[in-house]
Antibody, heavy 120, light 105 residues
Framework: EVQLVESGGGLVQPGRSLKLSCAASGFTFSNYYMAWVRQAPKKGLEWVATISTSGSRTYYPDSVKGRFTISRDNAKSSLYLQMNSLKSEDTATYYC?????????????WGQGVMVTVSS | IQLTQSPSLLSASVGDRVTLSCKGSQNINNYLAWYQQKLGEAPKLLIYNTNSLQTGIPSRFSGSGSGTDYTLTISSLQPEDVATYFCYQYNNGLTFGSGTKLEIK
């Protein structure tokens, strides 16, 4: 059974940093592109970052480019999101998700999400 | 590509045939998926590549469309279908629609 379990969320002040983790199990992690998707309270979904199988390619929307860094450790079947210079608009539930194919593909499995609140 | 979903809120009766719309600002080339999100839960994949049903999803769910216009249909609405439904395109960038909230009348 595919499982994705996020951790590392919490309350953080504007301008500070936070690192999220996602532990994957039930599939060969190194064979899949992985992503982070977020959802602000009572809002829709926004793709945040994608990483290739080896970690050599990463993709971001303009809203987080230069502030967020996605990475992975295939030996540990783990995905990470380093978030720097956090803003109030980064407040959201962050989901770890598995791409079905490469970057241009849908997400077939999602974690339960972890809440990040950016506030002073 | 921006996605516009309509309506934003839909109220229907159990057993009704329900149709949700998703319109792209450009041609999506059938690279469109639909997700169901129940309150407090993660999104669940229903449909991919416009009309392919994800494993384990009831056959009352179906997808159709082409070009810029796509539709999710529930053939006979069930109480457990109460949720928000999001469309998602992966043809040019990765973007989600704003969602349609489906309620039981």
């Amino acid at each position: 059974e595919v499982q994705l379990v996020e951790s590392g969320g919490g309350l953080v002040q504007p301008g500070r940093s936070l690192k999220l983790s996602c532990a994957a199990s039930g599939f060969t992690f190194s064979n899949y592109y992985m992503a982070w998707v977020r959802q602000a309270p009572k809002k829709g979904l926004e793709w945040v970052a994608t990483i290739s199988t080896s970690g050599s390619r990463t993709y971001y929307p303009d809203s987080v480019k230069g502030r967020f860094t996605i990475s992975r450790d295939n030996a540990k079947s783990s995905l990470y999101l380093q978030m720097n210079s956090l803003k109030s608009e980064d407040t959201a539930t962050y989901y770890c998700a598995r791409h079905k194919g490469g970057y241009y593909s849908y997400f077939d499995y999602w974690g339960q999400g972890v809440m990040v609140t950016v506030s002073s | 590509i921006q996605l516009t979903q309509s309506p934003s809120l839909l109220s229907a009766s159990v057993g009704d045939r329900v149709t949700l719309s998703c319109k792209g600002s450009q041609n999506i080339n059938n690279y469109l998926a639909w997700y169901q999100q129940k309150l407090g839960e993660a999104p669940k994949l229903l449909i991919y590549n416009t009309n392919s049903l994800q494993t384990g999803i009831p056959s009352r769910f179906s997808g159709s469309g082409s070009g810029t216009d796509y539709t999710l249909t529930i053939s006979s609405l069930q109480p457990e279908d109460v949720a928000t439904y999001f469309c998602y395109q992966y043809n040019n960038g990765l973007t989600f629609g704003s969602g349609t909230k489906l309620e039981i009348k």
